[in-house]
């Protein structure tokens, strides 16, 4: 192995990667089964992720699928020990999962609360336990995956000529904390030697924006397009592995230079 592939090699590491089937979550999976990690993934749809781990797993990679519900305390609890038990360890954490049961400035405020229970309270108690499992190796790395709507309000001419354009408050809100409470574990994690690091990443393209939406919001971006679906790939890598060994507490936009403007 080669000094570059050994510094960003996550060969003998156990990585948990939270919401592993949506947008976000197949590119954190592709990054960190990839580069060797025994990765286990984690969600509430244990026969949709499955079929994912199965087609990794006819690839040669080690990825192994879980249940659990991040608005559940014990059942956050039990995804610890049943990794403890199968693995031993955990090293990396990425917390990807989300809830979005907001869509629109005027919901209900329990659309509000389910959302604050799985981003914000979910988002503490995993983060809680499974930092802690790393603790007595005195080594981990946890990324949170937050958003560029963590860092900015809503640019509403993004919808000009378009039907879309609501105001999730709750996202907003969410993703804007997880980008502090990045900051906090870094510091708390720090005294153990656990790297605690945030990505807000922005504009991933999906086949069913209309293409007035996409050409106004490549427009605002520093490179003229929105993500693909391989972009993040390499951050993760960067941030599960070595080659990251000093770096805690960030939080790096992965937006194409849409905040930048």
């Known amino acids: 192995m080669s000094f570059l592939e050994d510094m960003f090699s996550l060969k003998n590491k156990v990585a948990v990667l939270t919401g592993g089937a949506g947008l976000y979550g197949k590119q954190c999976l592709m990054a960190l089964a990839k580069a060797g990690a025994d990765t286990y993934i984690a969600s509430r749809n244990l026969t949709n992720l499955e079929n994912i781990a199965q087609e990794f797993r006819e690839n040669g990679m080690k990825v192994t699928a879980l249940q659990y519900d991040q608005a559940d305390e014990e059942s956050i ?12 360890r955990c090293d990396i954490l990425v917390n990807n999962a989300v809830s979005r049961n ?5 919901d209900d405020a329990e659309a509000f609360d389910k959302d604050l229970r799985i981003n914000g309270t979910g ?20 990324i949170n995956i937050a958003s560029m709507m963590g860092m900015v309000g809503i640019e509403q ?31 708390y994690f720090g005294q153990f030697n656990i790297r605690v690091n945030c990505i807000s990443p922005g504009g991933l393209e999906t086949p069913s924006m209309p293409e007035r939406f996409k050409a106004n919001y490549a427009q605002r971006t520093q490179l003229g397009r929105l993500a693909n679906d391989t972009d993040l790939i390499g951050l993760i890598i960067y941030l599960a592995s070595d080659a990251s060994i000093y770096m805690t507490g960030a939080n790096i936009p992965l937006d194409g230079g849409y905040t930048a403007k």
């Open 123 to 142: 988002l503490f108690i995993i983060t809680r336990a499974f930092g802690e499992m790393m603790i007595p190796r005195h080594s981990g790395s946890i």
């Open 157 to 187: 001419h993004n919808y000009d000529g378009t039907a879309m354009g609501t105001w999730p408050a709750s996202y907003f809100f969410h993703k804007g904390g997880m980008i502090n409470f990045t900051r906090f574990c870094a510091s």
């Open 77 to 88: 609890l039990r995804l610890r020990d049943e990794i403890a038990h199968r693995a031993g």
């Open 102 to 106: 907001m869509h629109d400035w005027n």
